[in-house]
């Protein structure tokens, strides 16, 4: 390989760390022109690619790569990853399979199972798969919050909630160790921890309980924005923590507040303003005592139904 392709390949590399997947994929691209049968040029070429929500070019250039090498496991890992998020995890626990067969870094692979058999609802073998990466990088940030992620699917709250803290908790002492970005990790983390007191919420719900919910996603909001414009939340998620956000201020009664932030939040995406958001925010006009506005937003309410 020549100088002219390593430093290609280092730029690349330290373009994607950076959340600037443009200008990785410009320069894992140069680099694949000086090496066109290159696996791994072929294989970062298509994660940049899948990483900036290209599946098609994603897809065909790892599947380029294996077939140039059968036995490169992070292109068969990286697949199984693809076609998981397509939906398809019987297909991507195929590639998984595979990519441990060759691999020299099985945590890696032990937390895309993880994330699969979770998707497949096989419990069990997600839980397996998951401690496995763990003990082999106790720090990684991914296969902790995966493992959060299952809990929380099993209904196991507390045990959810201790894992999520304990991942922010390294990522604000800067021990946590994700792919690629902390910020996102944390931000994710606390994501969830908001739809958990979110889902505990009741009418009568302690201030404790309130506080948490919209603490976290103060948090989600705030993290978002340090995160590469690349990796930051769709519109319509950003819609959603901010209406959460908003929901959080209404149930600790500061109306005004509320209505500040879901008035932005409908600014964000109006195409997902539902009937939900609708009714909210009439709420939160109705106590602030704007019952115009708030018989406007429950017409919109029911005509978004």
């Given at each position: 390989?020549?100088?002219?392709?390593q430093?290609?390949?280092?730029?690349?590399?330290?373009?994607?760390?950076?959340?600037?997947?443009?200008?990785?994929?410009?320069?894992?691209?140069?680099?694949?022109s000086?090496?066109?049968?290159?696996?791994?040029?072929?294989?970062?070429?298509?994660?940049?690619?899948?990483?900036?929500?290209?599946?098609?070019?994603?897809?065909?250039y790892?599947?380029?790569?294996?077939?140039v090498?059968?036995?490169?496991?992070?292109?068969?890992?990286?697949?199984?990853?693809?076609?998981?998020?397509?939906?398809?995890?019987?297909?991507?626990?195929?590639?998984?399979?595979?990519?441990?067969?060759y691999?020299?870094?099985?945590?890696?692979?032990?937390?895309?199972?993880?994330?699969?058999?979770?998707?497949?609802?096989?419990?069990?073998?997600?839980?397996?798969?998951?401690?496995?990466?763990?003990?082999?990088?106790?720090?990684?940030?991914?296969?902790?919050?995966?493992?959060?992620?299952?809990?929380?699917?099993?209904?196991?709250?507390?045990?959810?909630?201790?894992?999520?803290?304990?991942?922010?908790?390294?990522?604000?002492?800067?021990?946590?160790?994700?792919?690629?970005h902390?910020?996102?990790?944390a931000?994710?983390?606390?994501?969830?921890?908001?739809?958990?007191?979110?889902?505990l919420?009741?009418?009568d719900?302690?201030?404790?309980?309130?506080?948490?919910?919209?603490?976290?996603f103060?948090k989600?909001?705030?993290?978002?924005?340090?995160?590469?414009?690349?990796?930051?939340?769709?519109?319509?998620?950003?819609?959603?923590?901010?209406?959460?956000?908003?929901?959080?201020?209404?149930?600790?009664?500061?109306?005004?507040?509320?209505?500040?932030?879901?008035?932005?939040?409908?600014?964000?995406?109006?195409?997902?303003?539902?009937?939900?958001?609708?009714?909210?925010?009439?709420?939160?006009?109705?106590?602030?005592?704007?019952?115009?506005?708030?018989?406007?937003?429950?017409?919109?309410?029911?005509?978004?139904?």
């Amino acid at each position: 390989m020549t100088e002219a392709y390593q430093k290609y390949m280092s730029e690349g590399e330290e373009a994607y760390y950076k959340g600037d997947l443009e200008k990785a994929l410009e320069c894992y691209q140069a680099a694949l022109s000086l090496n066109p049968d290159h696996p791994e040029a072929l294989k970062n070429v298509g994660w940049t690619f899948y990483a900036a929500a290209d599946f098609v070019n994603g897809i065909a250039y790892t599947q380029r790569a294996i077939e140039v090498d059968p036995t490169c496991w992070r292109a068969l890992s990286n697949l199984g990853c693809m076609y998981l998020a397509l939906n398809e995890p019987e297909k991507a626990l195929s590639y998984a399979e595979r990519a441990l067969v060759y691999s020299n870094s099985p945590e890696i692979v032990y937390c895309n199972l993880g994330n699969i058999y979770t998707s497949l609802e096989k419990f069990n073998q997600a839980e397996a798969s998951y401690m496995l990466s763990i003990e082999k990088e106790p720090h990684a940030g991914a296969p902790r919050l995966g493992y959060a992620n299952l809990l929380k699917k099993m209904g196991r709250l507390d045990d959810a909630i201790l894992w999520l803290n304990q991942i922010i908790e390294d990522y604000e002492m800067r021990e946590v160790k994700p792919d690629p970005h902390p910020w996102k990790v944390a931000r994710d983390c606390h994501k969830n921890l908001g739809e958990i007191y979110g889902s505990l919420l009741r009418e009568d719900s302690p201030l404790e309980l309130c506080e948490k919910h919209s603490y976290h996603f103060q948090k989600v909001v705030e993290l978002d924005a340090e995160c590469h414009p690349s990796i930051r939340l769709p519109k319509s998620d950003l819609h959603w923590a901010y209406t959460n956000l908003g929901g959080g201020f209404y149930n600790l009664k500061e109306y005004e507040k509320a209505i500040e932030i879901l008035e932005y939040a409908g600014s964000i995406a109006v195409e997902a303003n539902t009937h939900d958001y609708y009714n909210l925010l009439g709420y939160c006009y109705e106590m602030a005592g704007q019952q115009d506005k708030a018989e406007s937003a429950y017409k919109k309410a029911m005509e978004a139904e």
